[in-house]
Each structure stands twice: as C-alpha cells, then as structure tokens.
C-alpha cells in the first residue's frame, strides 16, 4: 500500500531527528548471603535452580521478568497519578471491595459482607479476620479509619472525590467499618474499590513518612515490592502473610522505554512478557514460535488533547476542523492493525451508559471552511507532544502531521522523555498532546470527573470549562434513578462531542506479549493486574 509506505517514511525521518536514549535494564551481581556456620566440617550450600520450584507437579521458573515501557514514580495510592502506578497497586493492596475480573461488577475483598441502612446512608462493612500487612504489621480498626479520612482530606490527590462522599468513618473493632455519607450516593461501593481507598499501614507510614513511603509501601495483597531501582526495575515478592495463594515466588518489572528494542528483548529471550507491544508487532511475535501475542479486552481511549488556553485551541471552530481534518479509521488501520475501533465518544463502549454518536467522518473541506471562519484561512502552526519511545504515540503523530497539512495546519513534533512529556503537559506547557485513559471502577463517575472538573485536572489538561458539565457530574454521583442517571452521562456525553476539548480518536485493547510457557497472565479490561495465577512452567 503506498500510504503505509509513506507513514513508514515519515516515520523514520521523524524519529530519526529526534534524540533519545532508551536504556536497558542492567543486572547487578548480588551479595553472597552468608548461611549459619554447620556444626560439623563447613560445607557449601547448594544453590536452589529454577527447577527446585514446582506447581501442580511441573517444575516453574522461581522469577517472571515483565518489561514495561516506563518506570513507576510514585507508589501512594493517595497521591500518585497515572497507570504506570495504579495498575501495580493490584499487587499489593487491597480494599473493602474490589471490581470482578470482567470489570463489571464489584465484589467482596477484605470486607466478607455488608448491609445498607433505610436511608442509603450508612455502610456496615463486616471485615476478613486476622489480616496482616506483608510487613507483619496486622490491619487494625485505626488503620481503616486513617486510611479512608486521608483518601479523603488529602488536598493534593487528585483521585479524593472518590471519598468525598463520606461524612464520617467508624471502626468500633478490628472487624467492623461503618461508613456514612453526607447524601445518598449512587457509586458509593464503585468508588470503594478505587485503590486510593486501599487500607493503609498508619504506623509504618508515620514511621518512614510519606516520602519514603511512596516508595516502599505495604499491603495486605498477594506481592510485596522488595527492591525498586529507578528507572530500571522493580522487584515483587509473594507476601508471606497473604492469606491467599500466589504461584510465582518473584515477579520482576525492568523498564524498557523504546518498544522495538523491548520486543527485541522478549524474542531474544532476555524478558519473559512485555507490555504495550507496538501493534505493528502482534502478527510478528505471535508468528513467533516461541511466543504468543494477546490483544486484552480493555476501556482504553486514545486521544488528542488540545490546551484550550492557547491559541488557537481555544475556539471551538478550530477544534472541530481537527475532527473533520483527521482520518480516524485510517489512524486505526495503520497505528492498532486491527486491534481496535474508531472513537467517537471520550467514554468507552464497554462503560455504563455509553453514548454510540455518528463520527464527525473526514472532511478536508469542511475542515478548512471552519479554520476560515475561525480566522485561520491559512491554516496555522502547533506543536504535538509526544513521548520518546511509545511507538503507537509516535505513530499517531506521524500520521496527523500528514493529514493536517493538507487543512493547512502544519504540525511539529516534539518528543520527549516520557516521564519529562508527562510533566510538561501536567504543568499546561503544552499546545497539543497525546494521553489515554482507562476506567479503574465500572462506574462513569470517575472518568467524568476528571474529564469535567476543572479543579480536578484541569477538564483532562485542556483547560476548557462547561458550567453546565460539571452540574451534570454533581447530579450523577448523588442521582439514584436509573434512567435518570443514564440521561445526565448521555447529555455529558454530548456535551463533549459538539465542544470538543480532546479529540477521541480510537479505542484498543491492551497489546500483551509472552513465551509461550507462561500462563496466568490476568489483567482485567480496567487494567489492573490480577497475578495470583501467573507462572511460567519449564518443561
């Protein structure tokens, strides 16, 4: 096809001016651990192979190595943002509740059960016995109430409105958690299983402080991070004091930023399961012999997002030739491969009360009559940020720069490092950027909070406000009518098309890569990863 061999060519230019550096995770030697001296002649210990660890009878590798594109930065559930955290607080910690494997329903987790009082306004949770951290420590009734109140009152979280609903929180023993709410709450159990509402060790917190503990915190779930190297690896153990069963004995993280070279590594053999498998790649590993490339279910959206406090991106006319003047099934042909679907709404259509619009559909004409009536008859500059080494990113912005030129729109492309990109468009440094979202409970409320709120991320980074939207939102958390509840999403929803502050531009599953030997790899459409069960079998 002469347009893939086109972008292909872009591509390559583009990247090829744009530098940085991917490093690779490098191994340390370890410290020789020293053993008790024997009473008799000292011997040494042999030392344990992979084969020494069994399951089911079949010998299984002691340690799973995961190559993820970025490095996680802060692991408070309170205070971080981004899924590079959140999905590894599936791991470690655990709430009252949690959300199904389908991501659908929400279901008992440290709570065995529940009542709900006449009014809708009191929660009595009935807690699991005898939990413990995996430092030991054991869940006490202190360590519930701090948990929740700071989920709540922290005034840099971004992710607090999950709690705001809660008046008051009681723990009359170590087995009981009585929740009440300010008003009936629609979403209430949905956002109890958000992991800012994790249960907490306050003692080792007030121990380390929060620094510190952004860094190391502890749980009550199957793993518990025992090594974290910046920037190259992050190393799980299974929590010894979990009363469950996980199989895997270590499950290491390195971070790999640049896709190519991380498939590279998988199919070398030096990393056992890579994430974010560039698309273009799927066919390629799976075709592999030694390997199997899954395309996971998910509630990811990619979009465009516009700054909607520079110029041009604040007139709505610009922002809706973006739409007419960006070919969105094409993005989807040559960025995902077939392993997603044209956007038209900035919500998923696996989510609640999703809103299946007409896409606007591509329109060069109609694109440059709106830049002509917003003053732009020429067209004019911007600037795409982008982050160095995501190839679907990169990809994405190769093709818009294509497709906008011919509306006139002349697009430079910026990449940076990642973690440097995300901090500059956090900061509103940017003009245009590219982000994704997924859903972390089964309920909107979370999603159009962060898209409408302006004091909660500023409406998603683009700095655009709708009185009228964040009315809506207020009223969905509180609105306990079915139909009524679907209406206000749906007029959000709309909302969203005709204005226009992001653009959404696909949905896709989540792009997985592994040996063929290892099995277990569970991670639910939300994203969280669920790895009781993940083992790699070695014969």
Known sequence: MKKRKIYLLLTLLIVASMLFTACSPADEPEEPVEGEEPAEEPAEEPEESESDFTYNGRPIAEQIVVGRIQDSNDLDPVTQDGNVNIWMFNLMMEG???????????????????????????????????????NGDPVLAEDWVW??????????????????????VEAPDDETVVITLGAPRAAILAELAMFNLTVQDKSYYEEVGQEEYSQMPVGTGPYRLVEWRKGEDMTFEKNPYYRGEAITESIKFVVVPDDNTRALQLESGQIDAMTYVPFNRMNT?????????????????????FNNGVEPWGDQNVRLAMQYGTDKQEMVD??????????????????????DF?????DVEKAKELLAEAGYPDGFETEILV??????????????????????????????ESATAVDTYRAMEHEVTL?????????????????????????????????RAEELVEQGIVELDEAAREAIYLELQEIHYSEVPMMPVFHSVYPVAMK????????????????????????
């Open 285 to 305: 590993l799976d075709a592999n012999a030694d390997l199997k490339a899954i395309g996971i279910p998910s509630t990811e959206t990619r979009y465009v997002v």
């Open 96 to 134: 009252l509740v949690k959300t199904s494997d389908d991501g659908t329903e929400i279901l008992p987790a440290l709570a065995e059960d529940w009542e709900i009082s006449d009014d809708k306004l009191t929660y009595t949770f009935h807690l699991v016995p005898d939990v413990k951290f995996s």
């Open 435 to 467: 982000s994704g979202w997924t859903n972390d409970i089964p309920d909107p409320s979370q999603q159009v909070q962060y898209v409408f709120m302006h004091d909660v991320v500023q409406n998603y980074y683009t700095d655009w406000k709708s009185e």
């Open 387 to 416: 982050r160095a080494g995501n190839a679907v990113y990169e990809q994405m912005a190769v093709i818009l720069k294509e497709q906008w030129s011919k509306i006139g729109v002349e697009a430079n492309i910026l990449s940076l």
């Open 147 to 168: 948990s929740i109140e700071r989920a709540r009152d922290t005034e840099a979280s971004v992710w607090k409105f999950a709690a705001e609903g809660i008046a008051n």
């Open 516 to 539: 063929n030997e290892v099995e277990g790899f569970n991670q639910t459409p939300l994203g969280n990863y669920r790895f009781e069960e993940l083992v790699m079998y070695l014969d």
């Open 358 to 362: 007409e896409d606007y559909g591509y």
């Open 334 to 355: 040559f960025v995902l491969y077939g392993y997603g679907e044209v956007a038209r709404s900035y919500a998923p259509p696996a989510g609640l009360y999703y809103n």
